[in-house]
């Protein structure tokens, strides 16, 4: 049987990846490499290691599958398995810094319209540290309490690096002369 994997649904190719059907395995590795693979590439800022996470976060996924609960979208369990590879993968450069607990309460002013360019130029030039709890905060959208889980670090600290990572982001991107 051919697979098209943008027809086959999500129950389709899981129940095809665990029938150890290659076609279906590649379906789902195409359907979700591109965006998983971004994820990586986010938080390692590395084009080599988001390929690494992305290999071993597949061979991940594909062991566990036959305990996917079902529990959430395919897509959002890979990403999770993603997301864990690339902290462990960068773990061991993952510098945090202390911060003010009355500077949290302060609101960052972005000033102006950010343009998508350099708004990811910048994310990738943060600290590994900082960079981390941003992407996965501000852009995958975890809460800091599981975040805090991922990265082995109290509530307090993801809240910090975030608050950090807000405060260079905007000292980087002023220099530059946007609308």
């Known amino acids: 049987m051919v697979y098209a994997h943008n027809s086959m649904t ?4 899981i129940e095809g990846c665990l029938a150890d059907d290659r076609l279906a395995q590649r379906a789902l590795y195409e359907r979700y490499s591109r965006a998983m693979y971004t994820a990586a590439y986010r938080i390692t800022n590395d084009f080599d290691a988001a390929n ?3 290999q071993d976060a597949f061979i991940k996924v594909f062991r ?3 305990r996917f609960r079902r529990e959430s979208t395919l897509g959002a369990w890979i990403k999770t398995i993603v997301v864990r590879t690339a902290l462990s993968h960068i773990r061991k450069q993952i510098r945090f810094e202390a911060l003010d607990p009355q500077l949290l ?3 960052i002013d972005w000033g102006h319209r950010l ?4 708004l990811e130029k910048a994310i990738l030039a943060l600290p590994e540290g900082y960079r981390a709890v941003f992407v996965l905060v501000e852009i995958e959208g975890y809460p800091h309490k599981e975040v805090a ?11 910090s690096q975030l608050f950090y990572a807000k405060k260079r982001l905007r000292a980087s991107l002023s220099q ?3 609308p």
């Open 10 to 13: 999500e129950s389709e190719l």
């Open 52 to 54: 690494d996470v992305l």
């Open 64 to 66: 566990a599958l036959p």
């Open 105 to 107: 309460e302060q609101p």
């Open 115 to 118: 343009d998508a360019e350099y």
């Open 149 to 159: 889980d991922m990265l082995g670090i109290s509530v307090g600290t993801s809240k």
């Open 176 to 178: 530059y002369d946007l």
